[in-house]
């Protein structure tokens, strides 16, 4: 049994850890953002370079980027087992992920195999020292329940999208073996399914209920979602890739169809939680987290749409629309949100212990409000909604495309201002006290 | 049956609900509703920390041979949820909606994140380790006023 001494519930990471990855991450929009308007035709194909570099670009630079950051402040919180040796993992994890994730990108982008070596190489290397490092972390946790569960999953789903990752990119490097476009799907299914989806259910396990005041989520849903998302994903990659015969050939769609059920399925039940919830005060995190799940079920209805309707999922923009809707929509929405939360918190509770080194009688910390002001992140979300709507409708009016871009650019760097000023703040408290 | 868990979670979340409420009350300019609210919710906070400082920390340290660690981090957290609930105090008395918001969110983030903390890992190791003393722990603190 775990003892009460080997327990930690402090060890809280200096803030210097887990900041550099939550700046950089939208720095990283802004530069996808950038490289699209400038590198490529409004609707470029899914097959071309600039589009598969722009999209590694925002995938590993922003989602997996938070991600990374995040897990090194949840992990003590929710698992009670900080990630084993935190300062240098968290700046091995960074440096290799912000050197990598540039290099990979121009290298796919301008075709140079020597970039998409080297730099998916770094990515390689953050990838696997995170995995190692949550997982350690994960097996020693004391802790058990839906959100472990999920996380585990995540991250063996992580696993699995760098192995097919970097089988793809080794013909990137003319190793010349053929690469089936199927996949290129599994590549896809397992990274924004498995890796981003259940982490952010695993979260959203922890958050919805616990900063809107909801009701819990329904005890058997919390439990099988995850393990039943995971299970699809499974049967897909067998369907996909073991030989073709007419069991596999009906399983693939079966697969695929539970997992989008699945997915609205999640939408739904957060969704009507929120509904419910006690505290109603709706803040900059709530109206994100609302974006981003609705923008999860229009995901999911696209999908649906052109499965039923195959000459839309034969127009080149019906595989960006998904992408878009997913990546964009639902991931980077929760996202945001969840750094406004997360990164306000992280900047007072240092501030607290500094103070508590260093008294200063009479000098109030600034509360989450101070640190960044709600008007600010406010203004923020209101590009972020313009920039998804435009692109999200660039499916019948593609001259949307490229201002979406544009307010996605603009969105990104006022998050990056918004979250560097919080930042400032903290030094000039610091500076003051 | 009663756990250690399930009491103190179910004395979580009503202290949440107080919170929420005082926080509709300042954010509705409603000032004599936020100040029966805060008055509520203190009381109700209070009577929960002590129930954690004066009976069950005592006896998880007990039971763990005095060892302090995870408690003793409980109880700074604890002190640092007075401050701003003494300086929300403040904001309310002088109506001072903004600075009080910005206080009751981040109080409210400190509580929720202190909670999950007790919730998953602490009342759990807690059942386990007082099981032969629970039924006697938990009238005690049924009992407790403050």
């Known amino acids: 049994m775990m003892g009460l001494a080997g327990l930690s519930l402090e060890r809280t990471p200096p803030l210097w850890i887990p900041t550099p990855f939550m700046i950089a991450a939208p720095l990283f929009g802004t530069l996808f953002a950038l490289a699209l308007i400038i590198g490529a035709p409004p609707l470029p194909s899914r097959w071309s370079p600039t589009l598969i570099g722009a999209t590694h670009l925002l995938v590993l630079g922003?989602?997996?980027?938070?991600?990374?950051?995040?897990?090194?402040?949840?992990?003590?919180?929710?698992?009670?087992?900080?990630?084993?040796?935190?300062?240098?993992?968290?700046?091995?994890?960074?440096?290799?992920?912000?050197?990598?994730?540039?290099?990979?990108?121009?290298?796919?982008?301008?075709?140079?195999?020597?970039?998409?070596?080297?730099?998916?190489?770094?990515?390689?290397?953050?990838?696997?020292?995170?995995?190692?490092?949550?997982?350690?972390?994960?097996?020693?946790?004391?802790?058990?329940?839906?959100?472990?569960?999920?996380?585990?999953?995540?991250?063996?789903?992580?696993?699995?999208?760098?192995?097919?990752?970097?089988?793809?990119?080794?013909?990137?490097?003319?190793?010349?073996?053929?690469?089936?476009?199927?996949?290129?799907?599994?590549?896809?299914?397992?990274?924004?399914?498995?890796?981003?989806?259940?982490?952010?259910?695993?979260?959203?396990y922890q958050v919805v209920p616990m900063f809107q005041m909801t009701p819990e989520y329904p005890r058997a849903f919390a439990r099988l979602y995850a393990p039943f998302v995971f299970v699809q994903l499974g049967l897909l990659t067998i369907a996909e890739t073991g030989p073709a015969s007419p069991w596999t050939t009906a399983l693939a769609p079966l697969a695929t169809g539970l997992t989008a059920l699945a997915l609205a399925a999640f939408a739904l039940v957060t969704l009507r939680l929120q509904a419910?919830?006690?505290?109603?005060?709706?803040?900059?995190?709530?109206?994100?987290?609302?974006?981003?799940?609705?923008?999860?079920?229009?995901?999911?209805?696209?999908?649906?749409?052109?499965?039923?309707?195959?000459?839309?999922?034969?127009?080149?923009?019906?595989?960006?629309?998904?992408?878009?809707?997913?990546?964009?929509?639902?991931?980077?929405?929760?996202?945001?949100?969840?750094?406004?939360?997360?990164?306000?918190?992280?900047?007072?509770?240092?501030?607290?212990?500094?103070?508590?080194?260093?008294?200063?009688?009479?000098?109030?910390?600034?509360?989450?409000?101070?640190?960044?002001?709600?008007?600010?992140?406010?203004?923020?979300?209101?590009?972020?909604?313009?920039?998804?709507?435009?692109?999200?409708?660039?499916?019948?009016?593609?001259?949307?495309?490229a201002p979406a871009l544009i307010a996605f650019a603009g969105s990104n760097a006022l998050l990056t201002w918004n979250l560097a000023q919080a930042i400032g703040r903290y030094r000039g408290e610091l500076g003051a006290s | 049956m009663t756990t250690i868990e399930t009491f103190f979670t179910t004395d979580h979340r009503a202290c949440d609900h107080r919170l929420a409420d005082l926080e509709a009350a300042v954010a509705a300019d409603e000032w004599a509703d936020a100040e029966a609210r805060l008055a509520r919710f203190e009381q109700d906070l209070e009577r929960h920390l002590g129930r954690e400082e004066e009976i069950l920390f005592p006896a998880i340290e007990a039971a763990n041979g005095g060892t302090l660690g995870p408690t003793e981090v409980m109880r700074r957290e604890h002190a640092q949820m007075r401050a701003l609930l003494g300086e929300a105090r403040a904001a309310v008395e002088g109506r001072d909606q903004g600075t009080g918001l910005g206080l009751l969110e981040t109080l409210m983030t400190l509580i929720q994140l202190h909670n999950v903390k007790e919730e998953q890992i602490l009342y759990p190791l807690a059942d386990r380790c007082l099981a032969p003393q629970r039924a006697a722990l938990l009238d005690q603190v049924q009992a407790f006023a403050r």
């Open chain 1, 62 to 204: 922003y989602p997996m980027m938070v991600m990374f950051g995040a897990m090194q402040q949840m992990l003590p919180v929710v698992a009670g087992s900080p990630v084993p040796r935190g300062r240098v993992v968290g700046l091995l994890l960074f440096a290799l992920l912000a050197l990598g994730t540039p290099l990979l990108a121009l290298g796919l982008m301008a075709t140079r195999p020597w970039a998409v070596g080297l730099g998916g190489g770094l990515v390689v290397g953050s990838i696997l020292l995170f995995i190692a490092s949550a997982l350690v972390s994960l097996t020693r946790s004391p802790a058990g329940g839906p959100t472990i569960a999920a996380l585990w999953l995540a991250v063996l789903s992580l696993l699995a999208t760098l192995l097919l990752g970097a089988s793809l990119a080794s013909g990137h490097l003319g190793l010349g073996w053929p690469l089936p476009r199927t996949m290129t799907d599994l590549h896809l299914a397992w990274g924004l399914v498995g890796w981003v989806g259940l982490l952010i259910a695993g979260v959203a």
């Open chain 1, 276 to 401: 419910q919830r006690r505290r109603r005060i709706a803040d900059v995190t709530l109206t994100f987290w609302r974006i981003g799940l609705l923008a999860l079920l229009a995901a999911v209805l696209l999908w649906a749409t052109g499965s039923l309707w195959p000459a839309l999922a034969r127009q080149p923009a019906w595989p960006l629309m998904l992408a878009w809707l997913f990546v964009v929509g639902f991931a980077i929405s929760i996202i945001n949100g969840m750094l406004y939360k997360i990164l306000p918190f992280l900047v007072w509770l240092h501030l607290n212990q500094a103070r508590a080194r260093h008294p200063r009688p009479g000098r109030r910390i600034p509360t989450m409000h101070e640190i960044i002001a709600p008007p600010r992140a406010r203004l923020q979300l209101g590009l972020h909604l313009t920039a998804l709507l435009a692109g999200g409708v660039a499916l019948p009016w593609p001259s949307l495309w």
